[in-house]
């Protein structure tokens, strides 16, 4: 998996949700897709822990349902 460094991961994050999804998920990002989205984005709000405010954590806790959703319906977005 291909990742970049955490300067544009932070940039990436303060995004609306379905950017941040569409950013992580893309091939320019992460090479395994929206899982290995998923993975980053997970770890990255584990590590950020209490120091995410309430309304970020709403954010990216949308951008993560965004990404379970492509992992279990990959199709639906070439639709």
Do not use: W
Not at 9 to 30: C, G, H, M, Y
Not at 34 to 58: D, F, N
């Amino acid at each position: 998996m291909q990742t970049h460094d955490g300067e544009l991961l932070s940039r990436i994050l303060t995004k609306p949700p379905k950017t941040v999804a569409d950013l992580l998920s893309s091939n320019e990002f992460t090479s395994g897709g929206p899982e290995a989205a998923l993975r980053v984005l997970t770890v990255y709000m584990a590590y950020a822990g209490k120091r995410l405010s309430a309304s970020r954590r709403h954010s990216l806790e949308r951008a993560r349902d965004l990404l379970l959703e492509r992992s279990r319906h990959p199709l639906a977005d070439e639709r």
